[in-house]
């Protein structure tokens, strides 16, 4: 990821979104802190999601409904851990 000081980033604005599309991330600093990562349209739609609830997801899944899915989970009360 390259790094640009905000002051450069702002006097080379169409180089920074240029290269975010072609290169990937591009790291933003202000005193030598980072404070933005700038990212393409398309990688931030894929970090954004679809949106969709967990809910809705899963009733997607191919199993949803699926009436002889049966899960078993361990219901004794104490569970042994090794220190």
Known sequence: ???????EA???LSEVVKRAEHNGPQDITL???SVAVMVSRAEFDR???TGESLVD????SPLYGLASLRIERDRSPIRG???
């Open 47 to 49: 970090l954004a999601g």
């Open 31 to 33: 005193h030598g802190r």
């Open 81 to 83: 851990v090794e220190l």
């Open 57 to 60: 997801c899963v009733r997607r």
């Open 10 to 12: 702002k006097a080379r």
């Open 1 to 7: 990821m390259q790094t640009w000081q905000m002051q």
